[in-house]
């Protein structure tokens, strides 16, 4: 049970755009709750946060802060947790040392980052350090399966409102390339486990055997697989697509996740860098390596690395001059694709693709066709047959376009594909095993160094929860509902197995498909052109990258999602959409005081939570809040008061006083609860008729650079004093 002094919501605090966003948008959220007698409290998961609580013996009593991370992973295992979690930083290795350096430069004395430790007590920093990278958050929180689609006011915004779709051409040259053999996807194998079973995974090679893990448990009826990328595959992979590429003349692109996956696709994307520049590393790789380069931190550390070295820059050069030109992550800066393995994430960079056309951006600082490189083939079919789908019938129309809904395993850490602890770059050649407690071989490979081995698992409880929860789906829309499975992949051959009996179980083996990601794409594609509507069911990966795909389709952004973990011990938690772009809009913020962060996925969750508060504890009052929040982001929506990209026009700030606004005046004209009534009129009315005064408050903070104190540790008084800049607004709200 929680302590007696746990909120009744608890609002997340995280990084860049959305804590910025926080710092407008929670004193509103504070205000209006303590009216209805609902309390809202914090709680730090953000990447600073984390890195000052995991070190507390470093630091002074005043620096050092509570495992609130800890806290939440404890609390949503109850049936009161009731959490808004907004998008947070998933830190690939660079930005986690980024966020290091600020903090010591705050003054808190943490220890530097060992990229190759020197002796155990480096190797223990080092270890302290990964449970923090990558997507070390999500899989602690999410103790439930997700439900995500459009809200309906958002969904019929831009049905009304359509944003503009690229278009395609039948001729495009884009293309995606995947590995025919090699990778995880052709050698994965896959088994139930029919008794709860300890797994210990050792490497039998020339200097014997290595316990690469031990004592991992797992409870009976969980599917467990088991894969590995060959390193030499791989390069003779990229060695093809870098040539291809300059053959069709086109773009260059690497598409991966080194956040989520944060073991697996660091490797990978290092292994596209010294692929990219081989001649360079062939010449001058043993000089790069005493300079500290590390290719799996991308090119931009690779040139901070060797910038006194003249004539290593000037080989990479001209390498890069024979190379193809490389899709950018921001030309005026000549940032490439591979400069940082965090700036191309794949399930936001992909879908932007091809909501533009198939067109990425160049060196040149204009759009061209792109290789989309996606070595693993386990679901680059997906981005493959869109792409396919898209060049045969051409753009999308979002004013006509029906919705793909998705319900996504993820319950219990399912499915941590690479970024699970159980996978590993293999040091020498030789056979990995995973053997059970009871001397049975589950699964074997027979690898060579430097292949990237991996195991993820599934459990029995979140399984059929999952496909349950995508029942009650179905029977609340009636929509076209699809299993993403393939029956000639290992693992989801075992997930098959639970899931045709469940269905012929409940007599709904009728309303289901199952299908393969790429026919599956095929499908909802078309069933959405078409106007109607379908259910994407699928693990936790492909709900990773399909609640991108879709709602930047559909809505151009998936921000604006709805997403809700219906918590398997009956608590909720509440998912504000991604952050993607969150990096872009600090950056511009920073420089220009205007933030284009669109909090609609805050206000989705908001409405969600209050109503899940009002059936939780039997509040009335959090319902009617609820509801006036739903009738404020109409509001919202109707009248055209989200965020503008462009300074000296209405932003985030703005969007926050007119959700106020319409949640006061909503609050005001409801008549269930007269002394809710009471309290908001004449705030309602106040900030009616302050408007000119609050609009004008608000538009004379931009256009100048903002001090925030910090990036990723900003100032609270500093960010407060950017993000509340209307005294006006701040003396009506309290």
């Not at 609902?38 to 600073?48: N, Q, R, Y």
């Not at 596209?272 to 931009?300: C, H, I, Q, R, T």
């Not at 909720?572 to 969150?582: I, K, M, P, V």
Request: hydrophobic content about 40%; glycine content about 8%.
């Amino acid at each position: 049970m929680m302590a007696e002094n746990t909120p009744d919501i608890i609002y997340t605090k995280v990084d860049e755009a959305p804590e910025l966003a926080s710092a407008s948008l929670l004193p509103i959220i504070e205000s209006f709750a303590k009216a209805a007698g609902v309390s809202v409290g914090t709680k730090d998961i953000s990447l600073a946060g984390r890195i000052i609580a995991t070190f507390p013996e470093v630091l002074t009593e005043e620096q050092r802060q509570s495992d609130d991370l800890a806290e939440l992973g404890k609390l949503v295992k109850t049936p009161e947790a009731n959490v808004i979690k907004l998008p947070n930083i998933s830190a690939s290795v660079p930005q986690l040392v980024e966020a290091i350096e600020e903090l010591q430069s705050q003054g808190y004395a943490l220890p530097d980052y060992p990229y190759e430790p020197a002796n155990d007590e480096e190797k223990a920093i080092q270890a302290k350090y990964d449970t923090i990278k990558g997507s070390a958050v999500n899989p602690v929180l999410r103790e439930g399966n997700s439900d995500r689609r459009a809200a309906a006011a958002v969904k019929k915004y831009a049905q009304n409102n359509p944003h503009r779709m690229g278009d395609w051409s039948a001729d495009s040259k884009t293309r995606v390339a995947a590995m025919s053999g090699g990778d995880f996807f052709s050698n994965e194998e896959a088994a139930t486990l029919d008794k709860d079973a300890t797994a210990k995974i050792v490497l039998d090679g020339a200097s014997g055997e290595t316990v690469l893990k031990e004592g991992v448990s797992y409870p009976a009826g969980t599917v467990v697989d088991a894969t590995y990328m060959s390193a030499k595959a791989l390069d003779a992979f990229l060695a093809e697509e870098i040539e291809k590429t300059k053959q069709e003349g086109v773009l260059f692109s690497l598409h991966m996740k080194a956040t989520m996956m944060k073991v697996s696709d660091p490797i990978i994307f290092g292994h596209a860098v010294k692929e990219f520049l081989k001649p360079v590393f062939e010449k001058y790789g043993d000089e790069m390596k005493a300079a500290g380069v590390n290719p799996n931190s991308g090119l931009g550390a690779l040139l901070d690395r060797v910038a006194d070295k003249p004539e290593i820059k000037a080989e990479i050069d001209k390498v890069m001059a024979d190379r193809p030109p490389m899709y950018m992550v921001d030309s005026g800066k000549g940032i490439t694709n591979l400069h940082v393995p965090s700036d191309v994430i794949i399930d936001a960079s992909m879908p932007a693709l091809i909501k533009a056309g198939g067109k990425g951006w160049g060196p040149d600082d204009a759009q061209h066709d792109t290789n989309c490189v996606i070595p693993d083939n386990s679901y680059a079919p997906v981005y493959d047959e869109a792409i396919a789908f898209f060049k045969e019938n051409g753009k999308m129309d979002p004013a006509t376009a029906g919705t793909v809904q998705n319900i996504g395993l993820m319950a219990q850490k399912a499915e941590e594909y690479g970024s699970h602890p159980t996978t590993f770059e293999i040091p020498e050649d030789g056979v990995v095993k995973m053997v059970l407690d009871d001397g049975t071989v589950l699964h074997e490979h027979k690898v060579e160094a430097g292949d990237i081995w991996r195991s993820a698992s599934a459990r029995k409880a979140p399984i059929e929860d999952w496909v349950n929860l995508a029942i009650e789906r179905q029977k609340a829309t009636g929509y076209r509902a699809i299993f993403w499975l393939d029956e000639a992949r290992a693992h989801d051959a075992e997930l098959i197995k639970y899931v045709k009996p469940i269905l012929e179980a409940k007599g709904v083996a009728d309303k289901f498909e199952i299908m393969a990601p790429r026919e599956a794409t095929r499908a909802s594609l078309e069933t959405i052109t078409k106007g109607e509507n379908t259910i994407a069911i699928t693990g936790n990966v492909l709900r990773d990258y399909l609640t991108d795909l879709f709602p930047i389709l559909e809505l151009a952004t998936s921000a604006k999602m709805l997403s809700i973990v219906k918590l398997m011990n009956g608590g909720g938690l509440f998912e504000t959409g991604a952050g993607g772009s969150a990096p872009k809009h600090v950056d511009q913020l920073m420089e220009e005081n205007h933030l284009r962060w669109d909090s609609l996925g805050e206000f989705c969750a908001l409405g969600e939570s209050f109503k899940f508060l009002a059936d939780q504890k039997d509040n009335a009052k959090a319902r009617i809040l609820g509801d006036a929040v739903e009738a404020a982001t109409q509001g919202v929506l109707d009248n055209g008061r989200s965020p503008s990209r462009k300074v000296g026009e209405p932003d985030n700030r703005d969007s926050h006083y007119w959700f106020a606004r319409y949640w006061a005046e909503a609050l005001a004209a409801q008549g269930n609860d007269a002394d809710l009534a009471a309290h908001f009129a004449p705030i309602a009315k106040a900030l009616a008729e302050k408007e000119s005064e609050i609009v004008s408050e608000l538009a004379a903070a931009q256009g100048k650079p903002a001090d925030l104190g910090g990036y990723y540790h900003g100032d609270p008084a500093k960010v407060s004093s950017v993000m509340r800049p209307s005294a006006t607004l701040n003396s009506i709200i309290g």
